[in-house]
């Protein structure tokens, strides 16, 4: 008669499987929220093509809407990302061997991302920049450097807190024990 080992009891499998899954309900969230306010950014972008005012918006400008325009399909590549995420971390919580592998995948495509996220928030930020410095050089003001040194700060911030979290999960999605304590269901 064979007896099947229960798998351990591991605290650490329900707070990374609950945090993944609370966090990715989250993103979920904030990415449709997102989504909903870009349809000011089409209307602005609309009201900026007449030709009276597109002769005075500075190029830039331009660089800054079409980025947030590409900005719009990152945002709704998030929600399938943080849906496929949400399912992987349900699997996880239930022990499920795919779950575990599923969580993984998501952690190097988030290495990934964090790429491309910071990519794009660097060049929405720079525009930005040269942006409000046209602006205050029109309104008198002298030579204009980097008004808004925080905004390349929270880039950086976010780089590590994409790179971080995915970084440590895929170690620890690798240690024996929680190879071993998912693959027995």
């Known amino acids: 008669m064979e007896t099947t080992i229960p798998p351990p009891k591991l605290p650490s499998i329900a707070i990374i499987g609950w945090t993944t899954v609370i966090a990715s309900v989250i993103m979920i969230v904030v990415n449709v929220t997102s989504l909903l306010a870009y349809s000011m950014f089409d209307s602005l972008d609309q009201s900026l093509t007449t030709p009276l005012l597109s002769q005075l918006l500075p190029q830039s400008m331009k660089k800054v809407l079409d980025l947030y325009r590409y900005s ?11 849906a496929f995420v949400l399912v992987a971390g349900i699997q996880f919580l239930r022990l ?33 920049q040269e942006t409000l410095s046209m602006a205050l050089k029109g309104l008198g003001g002298g030579q204009y450097s980097s008004i808004n040194s925080l905004g390349l700060i929270t880039i950086v911030v976010g780089f590590f807190l994409w790179i971080i979290p995915s970084a440590a999960m895929i170690v620890y999605l690798r240690s024996p024990k929680i190879t071993q304590a998912v693959s027995l269901r």
């Open 96 to 128: 499920q061997a795919w779950g575990r592998k599923a969580l993984e995948v998501a952690c190097w495509i988030a290495l990934f991302n964090a790429l491309v996220d910071t990519a794009l928030s660097y060049l929405i930020w720079q525009n930005m």
């Open 72 to 82: 719009y399909w990152w945002t709704a590549y998030g929600i399938f990302y943080f």
